[in-house]
């Protein structure tokens, strides 16, 4: 069973920067999409970000421009480089990878306030 493990979640200031990394326990060259995703309370998990096995990125309207997805093959992680940060990204980051099934982690708290 794929394990994703997330880490790099905080507290930060707006305008601050934080790079949360998802550690995955399998080849991510095996994996069609990573991605992240987002809930903030009350609301719906909507996709923040994604990278397909071909490269192709992709990122919701609120977040383009101030957010980088990556991967790193040798450490099997997806990263999520998160720049100019407003409350309004305050959530639960959620990593996500499909592959031969749909895998989730446990996710991390980004807080973003003064």
């Known amino acids: 069973q794929v394990q994703l493990v997330e880490s790099g979640g905080g507290l930060v200031q707006p305008g601050g920067s934080l790079r949360l990394s998802c550690a995955t326990s399998?080849?991510?060259?095996?994996?069609?999409?990573l991605a992240w995703y987002r809930q903030a309370p009350g609301k719906q998990r909507e996709l923040v970000a994604a990278?397909?096995?071909?490269?192709?990125?992709s990122y919701a309207d609120s977040v383009k421009g101030r957010f980088t997805i990556s991967r790193a093959y040798a450490k099997n992680t997806v990263n999520l480089q998160m720049n100019s940060l407003k409350p309004e990204d305050t959530a639960v980051y959620y990593c996500?990878?499909?592959?031969?099934?749909?895998?989730w982690g446990r996710g991390t708290q980004v807080t973003v306030s003064s």
């Open positions: 996500n990878a499909a592959g031969v099934d749909d895998y």
């Open positions: 399998i080849n991510i060259f095996t994996l069609n999409r």
């Open positions: 990278i397909t096995l071909s490269g192709n990125t």
